[in-house]
């Protein structure tokens, strides 16, 4: 199923982040297959600790700004 598909794909990008925790491709895919799966929360804040420790590019700031939108936050969204 599309969801199973999803979270081998969120465990694939969680396993690279545990080697490597400030590579940016599984940053942007873990917080894309959690907003996909439903998990708001935790992409939201797997986004805002990469903004933290200054990783950045359009398509996180739009994951960041997104959830922001679905959560009714436009204030939050308009910063990124």
Partial sequence: SRTFQLRRALNAFQRALQLEPSFFPAVQNAAGMLQRLGRRDEARALVARAF???LS??????TFAVLAVSEGQLAEAAKH
């Fill in 57 to 62: 590019s359009a398509r996180t700031r739009n």
């Fill in 52 to 54: 933290d420790v200054g």
